[in-house]
Protein backbone atom coordinates (compact mmCIF):
# COMPACT_ATOMS: atom_id res chain seq x y z
CA UNK A 1 0.00 0.00 0.00
CA UNK A 2 1.34 3.48 -0.57
CA UNK A 3 -0.38 6.07 1.57
CA UNK A 4 0.02 9.80 0.46
CA UNK A 5 -0.23 12.70 3.36
CA UNK A 6 -1.47 16.35 2.06
CA UNK A 7 -1.05 18.73 4.58
CA UNK A 8 -2.98 21.92 4.11
CA UNK A 9 -1.75 24.28 5.94
CA UNK A 10 -4.72 26.73 5.47
CA UNK A 11 -7.42 24.19 3.53
CA UNK A 12 -10.87 24.74 4.80
CA UNK A 13 -12.53 22.21 7.03
CA UNK A 14 -15.75 23.00 7.88
CA UNK A 15 -18.70 25.00 6.64
CA UNK A 16 -19.81 25.62 3.05
CA UNK A 17 -17.44 25.33 0.58
CA UNK A 18 -17.05 27.89 -2.41
CA UNK A 19 -16.79 25.70 -5.32
CA UNK A 20 -15.78 28.49 -7.50
CA UNK A 21 -12.61 30.22 -5.02
CA UNK A 22 -10.74 26.78 -4.32
CA UNK A 23 -7.72 28.91 -4.52
CA UNK A 24 -8.80 31.28 -2.10
CA UNK A 25 -11.08 31.61 0.05
CA UNK A 26 -11.22 27.49 0.48
CA UNK A 27 -7.49 27.68 1.42
CA UNK A 28 -5.67 26.48 -1.50
CA UNK A 29 -7.91 22.94 -1.56
CA UNK A 30 -6.93 23.00 -5.20
CA UNK A 31 -3.55 22.10 -4.53
CA UNK A 32 -4.74 19.10 -2.46
CA UNK A 33 -6.60 18.19 -4.83
CA UNK A 34 -4.54 18.10 -7.77
CA UNK A 35 -2.51 16.11 -5.36
CA UNK A 36 -5.00 13.58 -4.74
CA UNK A 37 -6.09 13.52 -8.29
CA UNK A 38 -2.22 12.29 -9.22
CA UNK A 39 -2.24 9.68 -6.46
CA UNK A 40 -5.09 7.81 -7.40
CA UNK A 41 -6.21 8.29 -10.76
CA UNK A 42 -4.58 6.48 -13.63
CA UNK A 43 -5.82 6.93 -17.30
CA UNK A 44 -8.47 4.61 -17.25
CA UNK A 45 -8.93 3.80 -13.83
CA UNK A 46 -7.43 3.91 -10.16
CA UNK A 47 -4.91 3.12 -8.28
CA UNK A 48 -6.60 0.44 -5.73
CA UNK A 49 -2.77 0.29 -3.87
CA UNK A 50 -3.57 3.43 -2.60
CA UNK A 51 -4.55 6.15 -0.05
CA UNK A 52 -5.09 9.53 0.57
CA UNK A 53 -5.08 11.81 3.52
CA UNK A 54 -5.97 15.31 3.22
CA UNK A 55 -5.02 16.92 6.38
CA UNK A 56 -7.43 20.37 6.90
CA UNK A 57 -6.20 23.03 9.05
CA UNK A 58 -8.37 26.18 7.66
CA UNK A 59 -9.86 28.10 10.49
CA UNK A 60 -10.48 27.32 14.34
CA UNK A 61 -10.39 23.52 15.87
CA UNK A 62 -8.81 20.23 15.65
CA UNK A 63 -7.00 19.01 12.32
CA UNK A 64 -9.40 17.64 10.20
CA UNK A 65 -8.33 14.15 8.25
CA UNK A 66 -10.32 12.78 4.92
CA UNK A 67 -9.31 9.42 3.95
CA UNK A 68 -9.76 8.36 0.06
CA UNK A 69 -9.89 4.60 -0.29
CA UNK A 70 -8.10 3.72 -3.83
CA UNK A 71 -9.81 0.41 -3.28
CA UNK A 72 -12.96 1.16 -2.09
CA UNK A 73 -13.78 4.73 -3.44
CA UNK A 74 -16.84 4.62 -6.04
CA UNK A 75 -17.62 7.91 -8.12
CA UNK A 76 -14.17 9.62 -8.28
CA UNK A 77 -13.64 11.43 -12.10
CA UNK A 78 -10.49 13.26 -13.43
CA UNK A 79 -12.24 16.64 -12.58
CA UNK A 80 -11.35 18.97 -9.97
CA UNK A 81 -14.44 20.92 -9.42
CA UNK A 82 -16.13 17.21 -9.15
CA UNK A 83 -13.47 16.20 -6.61
CA UNK A 84 -14.11 19.50 -4.58
CA UNK A 85 -17.95 18.65 -4.55
CA UNK A 86 -17.26 15.49 -2.50
CA UNK A 87 -14.65 17.28 0.19
CA UNK A 88 -17.47 19.68 0.34
CA UNK A 89 -20.29 17.28 0.80
CA UNK A 90 -17.72 15.72 3.31
CA UNK A 91 -16.76 19.05 5.16
CA UNK A 92 -20.37 20.41 5.45
CA UNK A 93 -21.21 17.90 8.18
CA UNK A 94 -19.92 18.38 11.68
CA UNK A 95 -16.42 17.34 12.26
CA UNK A 96 -16.20 14.01 14.40
CA UNK A 97 -14.49 12.81 17.65
CA UNK A 98 -10.57 12.11 17.61
CA UNK A 99 -9.83 9.26 16.21
CA UNK A 100 -12.67 8.02 15.18
CA UNK A 101 -12.82 7.62 11.34
CA UNK A 102 -16.66 8.09 9.73
CA UNK A 103 -17.27 6.68 6.34
CA UNK A 104 -19.12 9.86 4.65
CA UNK A 105 -19.21 7.45 0.96
CA UNK A 106 -18.22 5.08 -0.35
CA UNK A 107 -14.22 5.10 0.54
CA UNK A 108 -14.03 8.27 1.88
CA UNK A 109 -13.68 8.68 5.27
CA UNK A 110 -13.49 11.75 8.04
CA UNK A 111 -11.37 11.96 11.06
CA UNK A 112 -9.66 14.63 13.44
CA UNK A 113 -6.59 13.83 14.89
CA UNK A 114 -2.39 15.13 14.45
CA UNK A 115 -0.38 13.41 11.95
CA UNK A 116 1.95 11.72 14.25
CA UNK A 117 -1.58 9.90 15.74
CA UNK A 118 -2.15 8.64 12.35
CA UNK A 119 1.21 7.40 11.24
CA UNK A 120 1.36 5.47 13.90
CA UNK A 121 -1.40 3.67 12.94
CA UNK A 122 0.58 1.79 10.22
CA UNK A 123 3.37 -0.16 10.37
CA UNK A 124 5.36 0.37 7.47
CA UNK A 125 8.28 3.37 6.82
CA UNK A 126 7.16 7.65 6.42
CA UNK A 127 9.02 9.95 4.95
CA UNK A 128 8.82 13.52 3.93
CA UNK A 129 9.71 15.51 0.81
CA UNK A 130 12.12 17.73 1.25
CA UNK A 131 14.17 19.20 -1.58
CA UNK A 132 17.26 18.57 0.82
CA UNK A 133 17.07 15.16 1.79
CA UNK A 134 18.51 11.77 0.53
CA UNK A 135 17.07 10.86 -3.20
CA UNK A 136 14.22 8.68 -3.33
CA UNK A 137 16.02 6.20 -5.14
CA UNK A 138 18.72 5.80 -3.49
CA UNK A 139 16.89 5.39 -0.29
CA UNK A 140 14.43 2.65 -1.42
CA UNK A 141 17.60 0.83 -3.22
CA UNK A 142 18.91 0.67 0.46
CA UNK A 143 16.01 -0.66 2.03
CA UNK A 144 14.98 -4.17 2.76
CA UNK A 145 11.93 -4.85 0.62
CA UNK A 146 8.37 -3.18 1.88
CA UNK A 147 5.26 -3.97 0.72
CA UNK A 148 4.10 0.18 1.74
CA UNK A 149 5.51 3.23 2.42
CA UNK A 150 4.31 7.05 3.32
CA UNK A 151 4.80 9.89 2.27
CA UNK A 152 4.01 13.25 3.71
CA UNK A 153 3.42 16.64 1.60
CA UNK A 154 2.67 19.88 1.79
CA UNK A 155 0.55 22.67 0.01
CA UNK A 156 1.72 25.49 -1.51
CA UNK A 157 3.87 26.38 1.83
CA UNK A 158 7.17 24.40 2.70
CA UNK A 159 6.13 22.22 5.73
CA UNK A 160 7.72 23.58 9.07
CA UNK A 161 8.03 20.45 11.07
CA UNK A 162 9.75 17.25 10.06
CA UNK A 163 7.50 14.45 10.72
CA UNK A 164 9.93 11.74 9.09
CA UNK A 165 13.07 11.34 6.96
CA UNK A 166 13.35 13.85 4.48
CA UNK A 167 13.62 12.23 0.88
CA UNK A 168 14.62 14.38 -2.30
CA UNK A 169 13.11 13.59 -6.10
CA UNK A 170 15.97 16.86 -6.70
CA UNK A 171 17.53 19.92 -5.92
CA UNK A 172 14.39 21.96 -6.90
CA UNK A 173 10.78 22.31 -4.84
CA UNK A 174 8.36 20.83 -6.95
CA UNK A 175 4.42 20.79 -6.82
CA UNK A 176 2.93 18.11 -4.66
CA UNK A 177 1.09 16.67 -7.32
CA UNK A 178 4.29 16.38 -9.45
CA UNK A 179 6.24 15.05 -6.14
CA UNK A 180 3.12 12.09 -6.45
CA UNK A 181 3.14 11.37 -9.99
CA UNK A 182 7.28 10.86 -9.83
CA UNK A 183 7.21 8.49 -6.92
CA UNK A 184 4.64 6.06 -8.29
CA UNK A 185 7.03 6.34 -11.62
CA UNK A 186 10.24 5.14 -9.48
CA UNK A 187 8.30 2.96 -7.29
CA UNK A 188 6.71 1.54 -10.61
CA UNK A 189 9.78 0.67 -11.94
CA UNK A 190 12.48 -2.30 -11.11
CA UNK A 191 14.73 -0.88 -8.58
CA UNK A 192 17.41 -2.64 -10.46
CA UNK A 193 16.55 -0.18 -13.47
CA UNK A 194 16.53 2.65 -11.50
CA UNK A 195 19.34 5.54 -12.55
CA UNK A 196 20.64 8.39 -10.80
CA UNK A 197 19.47 11.82 -12.47
CA UNK A 198 21.99 14.64 -12.77
CA UNK A 199 22.17 16.66 -9.44
Not at 1 to 28: C, E, H, P, T, Y
Request: aromatic share 6%.
Amino acid sequence: MRRFVIIGSRAQKQGKLNLNDLAGSAGRLDVLIRGLMAGLLTSHGIRENVEIFLALNGGPGPQRILKFSGSEIKGLHANARSVAGIIGEVISIPMPPKGRWVERRKGVYDSTGTIEELMTKYDHSWIQMNAHGMPLWEYITSQKEEDSIGFILGDDQTLDKEYAIPISLGSEWLQGSACISICHFILDMDPSMLMKPNR
